[in-house]
Antibody, heavy 116, light 108 residues
Framework: EVQLVESGGGLVQPGGSLRLSCAAS????????MHWVRQAPGKGLVWVSR????????SYADSVKGRFTISRDNAKNTLYLQMNSLRAEDTAVYYC?????????WGQGTLVTVSS | DIQMTQSPSSLSASVGDRVTITCRAS??????LAWYQQKPGKAPKLLLY???RLESGVPSRFSGSGSGTDYTLTISSLQPEDFATYYC??????????FGQGTKLEIK
């Protein structure tokens, strides 16, 4: 069974940093592209970033480019999202998701709240 | 960037009804479209991909169709567990992987 478990969310002040993790199991992690998608309270889904299977290629939404960094450790079956210079508008549940095009499997999400 | 517009934004229907949700892309996306279902407090769930291919384990009352810029998700006979929010997502031209704004399906 595919499992994706996010962690690392919490309350952070504007301008602060946070690193999210997504622990993967039940599939060959190193073979799959991975994504981060976020959802602000009461709002829709917004794609944030993706990384290819070996970590050599990444892409970002314009709203996070230059502030967020996606990475992965295939030896630890873990996906990361380093979030710097956080803003109030980054407040959201952050989901990790698996696969290259359609997002076939999702974690349960971790809540990031940016507030003073 | 390709924009995705869903309609309606909300919809009230009864158990047993046939329901259709539409997703329009700002340019042709060659069936590179997925549909997701999300229930409150839960992660999204993939229902269909490539516009009309049913994900494994998804009931056959869900179907998808369309071409070019216009796509539809149809639920042939609503069940109580189908009341949720539905999103379309294009993956024809990425990044970004654009989602529609969502359609909330409520019980009448």
């Amino acid at each position: 069974e595919v499992q994706l478990v996010e962690s690392g969310g919490g309350l952070v002040q504007p301008g602060g940093s946070l690193r999210l993790s997504c622990a993967a199991s039940g599939f060959t992690f190193s073979s799959y592209w991975m994504h981060w998608v976020r959802q602000a309270p009461g709002k829709g889904l917004v794609w944030v970033s993706r990384i290819n299977s070996d970590g050599s290629s990444t892409s970002y939404a314009d709203s996070v480019k230059g502030r967020f960094t996606i990475s992965r450790d295939n030896a630890k079956n873990t996906l990361y999202l380093q979030m710097n210079s956080l803003r109030a508008e980054d407040t959201a549940v952050y989901y990790c998701a698996r696969d290259r095009l359609e997002l076939r499997d999702w974690g349960q999400g971790t809540l990031v709240t940016v507030s003073s | 960037d390709i924009q995705m517009t869903q309609s309606p934004s909300s919809l009230s229907a009864s158990v047993g009804d046939r329901v259709t949700i539409t997703c329009r892309a700002s340019q042709g996306i060659s069936n590179s479209l997925a549909w997701y279902q999300q229930k409150p407090g839960k992660a999204p769930k993939l229902l269909l991909y490539a516009a009309s291919r049913l994900e494994s384990g998804v009931p056959s009352r869900f179907s998808g169709s369309g071409s070019g810029t216009d796509y539809t998700l149809t639920i042939s006979s609503l069940q109580p567990e189908d009341f949720a929010t539905y999103y379309c997502q294009q993956y024809y031209s990425t990044p970004p992987y654009t989602f529609g704004q969502g359609t909330k399906l409520e019980i009448k």
